[in-house]
Nanobody
Framework: QVQLVESGGGLVQPGGSLRLSCAASGRSIYSINAMGWYRQAPGKQRELVAGITRGGSPNYADSVQGRFTISRDNAKNTVYLQMSSLKPEDTAVYYC?????????????WGQGTQVTVSS
């Protein structure tokens, strides 16, 4: 079992920055492999924003490449998303996901989401 708690969302003007955090806890935290940030805008499907392996290798959606940076602190069981040069189209609920290895399968755990609104 893994619990994920996101924080750091809010209202920001276009061109501004925000930093999201996602802290993991629970008895299976040492089995967490990859972690990632997803977002879902109203009327749209949830999409991957950025992911990071346990070893720290990141990957990004084309839409955020060069503007967002994902990082993780394994000692704190926390993943971060630094968002810069924010655009109105970045407005969405942002969710953290943890991929937990359970034997030969992978279980996915989600946070409750944090709202990011980019507007003037």
């Amino acid at each position: 079992q893994v619990q994920l708690v996101e924080s750091g969302g809010g209202l920001v003007q276009p061109g501004g920055s925000l930093r999201l955090s996602c802290a993991a806890s629970g008895r299976s935290i040492y089995s967490i492999n990859a972690m990632g940030w997803y977002r879902q805008a109203p009327g749209k499907q949830r999409e991957l924003v950025a992911g990071i392996t346990r070893g720290g290798s990141p990957n990004y959606a084309d839409s955020v490449q060069g503007r967002f940076t994902i990082s993780r602190d394994n000692a704190k069981n926390t993943v971060y998303l630094q968002m810069s040069s924010l655009k109105p189209e970045d407005t969405a609920v942002y969710y953290c996901r943890a991929d937990v290895l359970v034997g030969r399968r992978t279980d996915f755990y989600w946070g409750q989401g944090t709202q990011v609104t980019v507007s003037s």
